[in-house]
């Protein structure tokens, strides 16, 4: 199948300005063929909000009317594709993803891992965890896993959605300037560590004082780079894959004399540090030297 990721400039603040942008992109990612498109995180409302209290008039709910028109938008050209929103619900905000296809919302995900950046200083933390959804795509299923820009930087909760089965990792993300070394090491590195594809598609632009680096990427498994920009502009990238690629974990390099398998080969017994607590000693330590 082939698949895109959109580097979009975003409008503050603006969300039916975004839709008309999220149209003019799938009707070039519907021309080139492509069946998945990921949009950037905060791709309908903007990222760069000062207060919680700001952001809260563009957030909306999963059964906003706005969606139907999404949807519309993913029947007209008959594909599937991620993009970020602000979620609201009675009490709470979220930065949200979703992805939609001809059927609706097929599902979404909120943001577990919250810089002090942004938005995500005032959003609440997802609570959603980390599942799998899937695309049809002719005689079979496509697995999508969803994340938001800074989840990237954690090697767990790719990893939690390799283990459910992800062919797909579709990353929406507003890495700023600063942040280029991370768009360039992340991606191919957890496409490879979880031998699945990982598109990451970032956004440009400027917003209340911040700039984006775009440098978006497709990457496959073994951490094959397919796509890639260096550029801060506008654009789209494709890449065909195969699903069934992401699908076997084992890696024969010399027959019979060089085979590794990703997730065979793994010591789950020996990994039990990963999720234990923090302790209160190293919390407070870590909390000294950020005062310092």
């Not at 969606?67 to 970020?84: M, N, P, Q, R, S």
């Not at 699908?247 to 024969?252: A, G, P, S």
């Not at 590794?260 to 990994?271: E, K, L, T």
Request: aromatic share 8%; hydrophobic share 40%.
């Amino acid at each position: 199948m082939l698949v895109a990721c959109v580097q979009s400039d975003v409008t503050f603040a603006n969300i039916d300005d975004n839709i008309k942008r999220v149209s003019r992109w799938l009707e070039i990612a519907s021309d080139s063929g492509s069946k998945l498109a990921v949009f950037p995180e905060c791709m309908l409302s903007g990222y760069a909000y000062d207060t919680r209290e700001s952001a809260l008039p563009h957030a909306i709910q999963l059964n906003d009317p706005r969606f139907d028109l999404l949807t519309e938008l993913a029947v007209k050209h008959e594909l599937h594709f991620t993009l970020g929103f602000l979620e609201k619900t009675r009490t709470q905000l979220f930065n949200a993803s979703a992805l939609i296809g001809p059927s609706g919302v097929v599902g979404h995900y909120r943001k577990t891992h919250l810089p002090h950046l942004g938005i995500d200083r005032f959003v609440d933390r997802g609570d959603l965890g980390y599942p799998i959804y899937e695309a049809p795509h002719e005689s079979e299923k496509a697995k999508i896993g969803l994340a938001i820009c800074y989840d990237s930087s954690f090697p767990e909760p790719m990893r939690a959605l390799a283990l459910k089965g992800a062919d797909i990792i579709a990353l929406g993300t507003n890495w700023p300037n600063g942040a280029s070394r991370t768009a360039a090491v992340v991606p191919p590195a957890r496409s490879m560590e979880n031998h699945l594809f990982f598109l990451a598609a970032n956004r440009v632009g400027e917003e209340n004082g911040f700039g984006f680096c775009g440098c978006s990427s497709i990457c496959g498994p073994d951490g094959l780079v397919l796509a890639s920009t260096q550029s801060d502009q506008e654009t789209i990238l494709t890449a065909e894959i195969d699903l069934e690629i992401a699908r076997n974990k084992r890696i024969e390099r010399v027959p019979g004399k060089h085979v590794i398998h990703r997730f065979n080969d793994r010591c789950p017994s020996f990994y039990h540090d990963l999720v234990a607590p923090v302790s209160a000693s190293q919390t407070e330590s870590e909390t000294a030297q950020d005062q310092a």
